[in-house]
């Protein structure tokens, strides 16, 4: 069965719902529309009781380039409700959901992937939070997550550098959990779901739920103020204005 929330296809295959990001022209980068699509689709899944996992993955061969940085300027960023960033980076989910990872998966994207449980990833594939290159930060659980899953000091370079980080790298620090041959990362992360959607439902809800608090809490309240902050600058207004012209950014500090 496949539901058409364009830009964000659907697909049950057994118990397990496929969610696949739908703008390849764009590298599946988050607008508004995108959004609110997947969090619908997410709503799905928390719904319906004969689901038992979630696999998010991109078309076209990314993952996710981020939020639309075009867009950005008019829609601001694409966040749904209290729920975060299309509806993922804040959401309580109950439900085990893997990251299929090929090809970019960078700012937002990479927060996406950070907000599951479980990443598989090609062997090209490139994570990455570019944010302080365009006068923002990585505020919807790439700087609280990241350095949960990585080395403190490889995190803090990955975030204040904003260069990217190939899989082999990830993988070999534990951040992806299973790298395969570049077009394999579905297939395998239909496996890892399939494998898990075994377990007993209440168990998977309830170990997700105690993970969550353990390593997130009060985390977001903290960064928020801050993270507001930089979002309504002028240098993150002119970071996006910058990478839509293909020109270097002019940063005033405020």
Known sequence: MTIDLRPVRTELLGSVLVMTLDRPAARNAINREVATALS???DHLEKRPE????????????????MDLKAFPSEGIPVVGQLGLAGLTRRARTKPLIAAVE?????????LALACDLIVAGESAQFGLPEVQRGLIAGEGGAIRLPQRLPHHLAMELLLTGDPMPAATAFGHGLVNRLVPDGAALTTALTLATRISRNAPLA??????????VTEADA????????????????????ALAFSE?????WQGR
Do not use: W
């Open 51 to 66: 689901l038992t996992a979630g696999v998010l993955t991109g078309a076209g061969g990314h993952f996710c380039a981020g």
């Open 220 to 239: 977001f309240a903290l960064q928020d103020p801050l993270y507001h902050k930089v979002s309504a600058s002028v240098d993150a207004r002119e970071g």
């Open 204 to 213: 998977l809800a309830a170990v997700q739920q105690i993970v969550r608090a």
């Open 103 to 111: 090809g970019y998966a960078v700012a937002g994207g990479f927060e």
């Open 40 to 42: 619908v689709a997410l």
């Open 246 to 250: 293909k020109r270097p950014p002019r």
